[in-house]
């Protein structure tokens, strides 16, 4: 995340180190675009830069996932029901809670996180695959509502006339569904549909992409009424017009004019999205309309854990404080970026 | 009026004294990017049913004195200095409740944008009212009366029926008349009108600037007005202090800054404006560059940076020492230059007269 | 400001009046009011420009002024075709251009230029100095011979900017600097025609007083006309040769600069003009001051017959009968819309 | 006025069709037949065109959902049923539940008690802590309280609830036991009396309330600050109006007035079933029931419970609107 928001923000990266951060303060400031005064700022937050790390930490779990489950050596499907000792991990008479460790879950020095109830799976290789399926589908869902209320609004706030009421209309009738119970409700429809379609097995990549598409397309309606909003007003500001008397088109205006002004909404609203997908994502495996067995996802970890808060909390308490960490580091994360962004930040 | 009766202390215990005077005034702000030194030393006297006219560009200083003369800056992070006398009461050092007693009462202000400076959610009438009554221990029906009163003096048709409009319901120019209905609520001593007439059109201004004088003379009040637009100084006031970059760098009585200026800037502004009156083919005599940022100051004079007659200062020190305040003459005419005041009036007959 | 150069203006304005270039018949735009359950369907107009004929010459300058809601920017707009006028007709240098397409209006852009009043808003902030200036090139295809970014710094040269600010960003220019970027770029194509949209009225006192008179430089260099669009009756008769002035979406008197400051006929300019206050106490303890009444009328609603007939104080019944056309009177060139019209000594 | 809430009503009615038609189309338009999701596993040939007789099935797409919009819109409800086993299915009616053949209307009416003062107990919750801390926040801006209020706000908004929900079951009924375990039957409140009820929706409501007083939080903050900028509160000090005065009269009032809508539109989309809580909770509410109804593929059951929500949401449009007329004296209704 830390990578896409530089990018973004300083195309040329030519930044000044600290220490010249300092002097530009102090003196003049040249040639700093307004995307790099909002780094500059940005990169002299403490907690944007906290925050930045603990999410680089965590696209790094998600990304190499296989290499760090091979450190303890238990895939996130596999059963365990003895240590290596060769003892029972679970206790079969007792409904198959785990034996032993912290708060009755079985945490040991081979299972650091504990083992499930019943099938024995190591937790902790479990929290980290789910970490992948979270961040991958949040991810996914982002850029397709984003892409999509980006273009819709900007052109119903360019074009206007008829292609404005219709999006407009269409816009209000997205907003109106009941969306988390439409959601719900969708999902699984959609997954049969695919493959029955597609001719792809409802399995677990087939139910990422399902949920990728069905957050993204309920997520963009918000976005692009803010963007076409945006839009109307820019389109009325002066540059706009002066970019007109000269003979540019729509294409010019909308993508060299209007789209950079838009660049620091979308980019707000891209970091208070993720996290509310992260939370969706969960919500919905939670529910079991979502990420199905075996593949892990915290949603689901939580739903199965949630029978046995009484004799094993700490099953719980894992991948609820990884997605409790992960969200809160992304909402501190997209405060940042709209402080930084945010012109009258500083004066007053 | 009638039951507002301002508690103006017997005359002769402030004889001599000028109704309003402010003291060296100062006001900072401190920022993210630095302190600005918005004010930098602000002197004037101004006497009842007298207009003293504030003339400088953005950036000046000008709004920001006119709401220190209001304590409008008690509680926020500005830093208020110097002294201001109002009939006898220092200001700056009086506390925020009897800052909030003087408000509305004995000072009244007349905002730029009548727009926005009304509350869009309540009638104009109950805004008006709600002036009167936290000043006055009255009935609800006498500040009625009183707006509407007020509101059929200052022009506003059938004043009964739009005592019940809402802001957005007047055209601008009505809404700047209401504007001022409210300020005379309390009868006030002295209005501060800041830029009353900046976002009018020009026929408006014209009505709204001689109801200013009609109602003047029938309240006697003093106005302070603060405007860059010298037209408007030409016409509305009798003493003016010309502000740049926080400081005064001139004041006088209105001819003296308009027919006899001494400080280069003020010669500028005089050359800058085209004449509704005469046909000037001829160049406008602009003041190069940019005013000056109030973070970074200019040592020595402020306008120094812009000026073209610093050639005439023996010792060249502009840059380096900031000229003071001096008196010329017997009359009130104030300039802050380094060049004297022979040859300023010799450059000003010979070489800027001429050309205005 | 020697005596010489004000006598070189002089005769420049003389010699103003080169071959036509921009000339507009009953032009006309009116802005739909629409009601409606569920069809919308118009129920009136906002009648923002109503017949306007103005030409402009080469090597002109024509101030059309008036209060807010007169239409004089709209005008402006149609004139550079960013609005579709309803009706009336525009013609550029013999070309009918009014309802030419995006393509077809290409080629013409290059002639007609705009400068806009707020430099803050008509700049990009998101893009650098030399992007802005360099864009009249990058959309219209044209190749500088010395290559843009030599050309973009002649002109900020030329205009009284730093070359070597080309990189930097709007926010970090002043209000006036700004206000020359904006020059620049009108300038960038060479046109024949900038319409200038109260290009002085957002800025200070003494910067105003620089863009004019860079204005009044560049049109002598390049011999450019401008449609000089203002408030500010002070600055118009400062600028331009001739004058009209709009009321309610018409132009009610138009004649040559000091014929009009002089010998005004028409009341709603001798009130606009009387209203102006001077920069000088003692004319102004002299002035006599028409006082007009009210407010300018809606333009949904325009009074019938004359349109100033609500304000004026010379109105009988003719004047909610009949409308006043723009009629000859006076000088060569000096028109005025009005029954009842008179000269008077206002300013 | 009139005029407007007419337009505003066909509108509804307009989007509530287009609804109704989208979900309907999706859901029967899969390709499990619903025929085989009703038989379940002893389905054969006979029974699959028995089923099929029964529901109409068979009959175009189109027409079926002509008949279910005719059940919702004919006062006399519809008939449902094959030849010789027709029963009367009454206006409004959702259909029958393919589960238990209890017609959906009868279980969501059953369902909403419990979904409406779940709703309700916690709007009041977030509506007051949200507001209250907003203000004080943005009164003290830059003060310890603001920096913890919008910590607190921060951490609001970032708790999931279904993290939120659990740790408050644990800590309070599980580990502190001061509250019993959420027995379903003291979802209503006269039957069990206030001190069971408040036991039974306490937690609920806090978990619920959460986020949105978070969000309240911030809103609020935000919006007081920036009206406390506006010129007419400088114009209201400068009338010599008590602080007091320009706070709560002049700013409070524009700073709520944007709340005011999204409260509106918060309260109409949870009317609709707060799922998560309810599951965690095991609370009996519309959200329950949904969640049920699409794990068991009861597509009549979801259908009606998408369409009920979504007329909360839709009429909730329409209050909001109007009120904010009420308040913004600007709004005219047009």
Redesign the interface.
Same mark, same amino acid.
């Given at each position: 995340m830390t990578l896409g928001v530089s990018e973004t923000q300083s195309p040329d990266e030519g930044l000044p180190t600290d220490a010249l951060v300092e002097t530009a303060e102090a003196k003049e400031i040249e040639g700093r675009s307004p995307g790099e005064i909002a780094w500059a700022r940005l990169r002299r937050d403490k907690i944007a830069i906290a925050s930045a790390i603990v999410i680089l930490l965590i696209i790094l779990v998600a990304l190499f996932a296989p290499l760090i489950v091979k450190l303890n050596g238990f895939p996130p499907d596999q059963f365990n029901k003895l240590n290596a000792n060769g003892d029972p991990l679970l206790n079969t008479r007792d409904g198959g809670i785990p034996i032993g460790g912290l708060w009755g879950s079985g945490t040991s020095s081979e299972h650091w996180l504990g083992v499930e109830p019943q099938n024995g799976r190591d937790v902790f290789s479990r929290l980290v695959y789910g970490t992948r399926v979270s961040l991958l589908v949040a991810l996914g869902g982002t850029i397709i509502a984003v892409v999509l209320g980006t273009v819709i609004g900007m052109v119903s706030g360019y074009f206007g006339g008829w292609v404005d009421t219709l999006l407009s209309r269409l816009m209000d009738i997205m907003l109106s569904f009941p969306s988390l119970l439409f959601v719900m409700a969708l999902t699984p429809v959609v997954a049969s549909r695919g493959q029955d379609l597609l001719g792809i097995p409802d399995d677990n990549k087939l139910r990422m992409g399902v949920l990728m598409f069905v957050l993204g397309f309920f997520g963009w309606a918000y976005l692009a009424r803010i963007v076409r909003g945006q839009t109307l007003s820019l389109r009325e500001r002066e540059f706009v017009e002066a970019a007109r008397s000269l003979g540019a088109g729509p294409n010019y205006v909308l993508f060299r004019q209007v789209l950079p002004n838009l660049l620091p909404t979308l980019l707000v609203y891209t970091t208070l999205l993720l996290p509310t997908n992260i939370t969706a994502e969960a919500a919905l495996s939670f529910l079991g309309v979502g990420i199905k067995e075996p593949t892990a996802s915290w949603g689901r970890m939580i739903a199965d854990a949630s029978a046995w808060i009484e004799s094993n909390p700490l099953y719980l308490f894992f991948p609820g404080t990884a997605l409790f960490i992960t969200v809160l580091a992304f909402n501190l994360l997209g405060d940042s970026v709209r402080d930084a962004l945010d012109p009258r930040a500083g004066r007053s | 009026m009638t039951e507002s009766v301002t508690s103006a202390p017997p005359a002769d215990t402030r004889a001599g004294k000028p109704f309003l005077e402010v003291k060296d005034l100062q006001v900072h702000f401190p920022t993210d990017d630095g302190l600005v030194k918005a004010v930098n030393g602000l002197n004037f006297t101004l006497e009842r049913g007298k207009t003293l006219g504030i003339v400088g560009e953005s950036g000046s200083g000008k709004s920001v004195s006119s709401l220190a003369i209001m304590g409008l800056h008690k509680g926020s992070k500005a830093k208020v200095s110097g002294e201001i006398w109002l009939d006898g009461a220092e200001l700056v050092s009086m506390s925020v409740p009897e800052m909030r007693a003087l408000r509305g009462q004995q000072v009244a202000m007349i905002f730029q944008d009548p727009l926005s400076a009304m509350h869009p959610f309540y009638r104009v009438g109950d805004q008006l009212t709600e002036a009167f009554l936290v000043h006055n221990n009255a009935p609800k029906a006498v500040a009625k009366k009183r707006a509407v009163e007020l509101l059929d003096r200052v022009g506003i048709p059938s004043p009964d029926k739009r005592f019940f409009d809402y802001p957005h319901q007047f055209s601008g120019g009505m809404r700047q008349r209401a504007m001022i209905a409210m300020a005379l609520m309390c009868d006030p001593a002295l209005l501060i009108a800041d830029e009353p007439t900046t976002a009018l059109d020009v026929t408006v201004q014209a009505q709204i600037l001689d109801l200013m004088k009609d109602l003047q003379k029938e309240f006697n009040s003093a106005i302070i007005l603060i405007t860059h637009d010298l037209g408007v100084v030409a016409k509305m006031t009798e003493n003016v202090v010309v502000m740049y970059g926080g400081r005064v760098v001139e004041s006088g009585n209105v001819r003296d800054i308009f027919y006899r200026p001494e400080m280069p800037y003020t010669w500028g502004l005089l050359g800058s404006i085209p004449r509704v009156n005469r046909s000037g083919d001829g160049r406008l005599k602009s003041i190069r560059g940019t005013p000056p940022s109030l973070i970074n100051l200019p040592k020595g004079c402020p306008f120094q940076p812009r000026c073209d007659y610093q050639e005439h200062v023996e010792g060249a020190n502009c840059a380096t020492e900031l000229p003071e305040l001096l008196q010329i003459g017997q009359e009130q005419h104030r300039v802050r230059c380094h060049i004297n005041s022979e040859q300023r009036k010799q450059l000003f007959t010979e070489q800027i007269k001429p050309s205005l | @400001?020697s005596?010489t150069?004000?006598a070189e203006?002089?005769t420049g304005?003389q010699a103003a009046g080169g071959e036509l270039l921009l000339e507009t018949r009953g032009l006309q735009r009116y802005f739909p009011v629409t009601?409606g359950?569920?069809f919308q369907k118009q129920t009136g107009a906002v009648k923002a420009v109503d017949g306007v004929d103005l030409s402009i010459r080469a090597g002109e300058t024509l101030g059309v002024v008036g209060?807010?809601g007169c239409g004089k920017t709209t005008t402006g707009?149609l004139v550079?075709?960013?609005d579709e006028p309803t009706g009336g007709t525009i013609s550029f240098m013999g070309s009918d251009i009014t309802h030419l397409n995006?393509a077809r @209006?290409?080629p013409f852009?290059r002639e007609?230029? @705009?400068i806009?009043?707020?430099p803050f808003?008509?700049?990009?902030?998101?893009?650098?100095v030399g992007t802005?200036i360099g864009?009249?090139f990058d959309?219209?295809k044209v190749k500088s011979e010395t290559g843009t970014k030599k050309a973009v710094q002649t002109l900020m040269e030329r205009v009284g900017l730093n070359p070597e600010?080309y990189?930097?960003?709007p926010?970090?220019f002043?209000g006036?600097?700004r206000q020359r970027i904006?020059v620049a770029?009108a300038l960038a194509l060479r046109p024949k025609l900038i319409v200038c949209d109260e290009p002085v009225s957002a800025l200070?006192?003494?910067?105003?007083?620089?863009i004019?008179?860079l204005l009044?430089d560049l049109q002598e260099e390049f011999d450019l006309a401008y449609l000089f669009i203002a408030?500010d009756?002070?600055?118009i008769?400062?600028?331009s040769d001739r004058v009209a002035v709009m009321y309610l979406g018409k132009v009610v008197e138009t004649a040559d600069?000091?014929e009009l400051?002089n010998h005004a006929r028409h009341p709603y300019t001798h009130?606009?003009?009387?209203?102006?206050?001077?920069?000088?106490?003692?004319?102004?303890e002299r002035r006599e001051?028409i006082?007009?009444?009210g407010?300018?009328p809606s333009p949904l609603n325009p009074p019938s017959g004359c349109r100033f007939r609500t304000r004026c104080w010379k109105a009988q019944e003719i004047c909610a009968a009949e409308e006043p056309p723009l009629m000859q009177i006076g000088a060569p060139g000096h028109q005025a819309a009005c029954h009842f019209p008179e000269e008077r000594d206002v300013? | 006025m009139g005029r407007y809430l007419i337009r505003r009503l066909i509108q509804a009615v307009f989007v509530l069709l287009v609804i109704s038609a989208i979900t309907f189309f999706l859901f029967w338009a899969t390709p499990a037949n619903p025929a085989l999701l009703i038989c379940g596993r002893n389905c054969n040939a006979e029974t699959v065109a028995q089923v099929n007789a029964t529901y109409g099935f068979d009959k175009p797409l189109v027409v079926q959902y002509g008949q279910y919009m005719q059940g919702l819109v004919s006062p006399g409800g519809r008939t449902i049923g094959s030849e010789g086993n027709e029963r009367n299915c009454a206006w409004p009616c959702f259909g029958e539940s393919y589960q238990n053949g209890i017609p959906v209307w009868n279980s969501i009416k059953d369902a909403f008690p419990a979904t409406l003062w779940l709703a309700l107990g916690a709007a009041v919750l977030w509506l007051l802590s949200g507001v209250m801390l907003g203000l004080i926040a943005a009164l003290r801006k830059g003060k310890f309280i603001d920096k913890f209020s919008v910590g607190l706000a921060l951490f609001g908004v970032s708790f999931p609830t279904i993290v939120f929900g659990y740790l408050l079951l644990f800590l309070f009924i599980v580990k502190l036991k001061w509250i019993p375990f959420p027995d379903t039957a003291n979802a209503a409140l006269f039957t069990v009396g206030p001190v069971k009820w408040l036991q039974f929706y306490i937690l609920p409501w806090i978990t619920l309330a959460l986020v949105f007083a978070a969000l309240y939080t911030r809103i609020t903050r935000a919006n007081m600050i920036d009206t406390m900028n506006e010129d007419y509160i400088r114009t209201a000090r400068a009338k010599g109006l008590g602080e007091r005065t320009v706070v709560f009269k002049h700013g409070l009032r524009s700073a709520l007035t944007p709340i005011v809508t999204i409260f509106g539109l918060d309260v109409g989309g949870l009317l609709g079933g707060a799922v998560i809580t309810e599951q965690i909770f095991s609370i009996t509410g519309l959200g329950k029931f949904s969640i049920d109804s699409v794990l068991s593929n009861d597509l009549p059951a979801i259908m009606g419970v998408v369409l009920f929500a979504a007329i909360f949401v839709v009429l909730a449009n329409i209050v909001v609107d109007v009120l904010y007329a009420v308040i913004d004296p600007r709004v005219r209704l047009s």
């Open positions: - | - | @400001m005596t150069t004000s203006q002089a304005k009601q359950i569920i209060e807010s707009r550079t075709r960013l995006r @209006m290409r852009r007609i230029q @705009m806009f009043q707020d808003s008509s700049l990009n902030p998101r893009q650098t802005i864009a009249p959309i219209q600010h990189n930097r960003y926010h970090e002043s006036g600097q904006g770029r200070d006192v003494s910067i105003q007083a620089q004019v008179n009044e408030h009756l002070s600055v008769r400062h600028i600069r000091d400051y009130a606009l003009l009387s209203a102006v206050p001077e920069a000088d106490p003692d004319a102004e001051r006082r007009l009444t407010d300018v300013v | -």
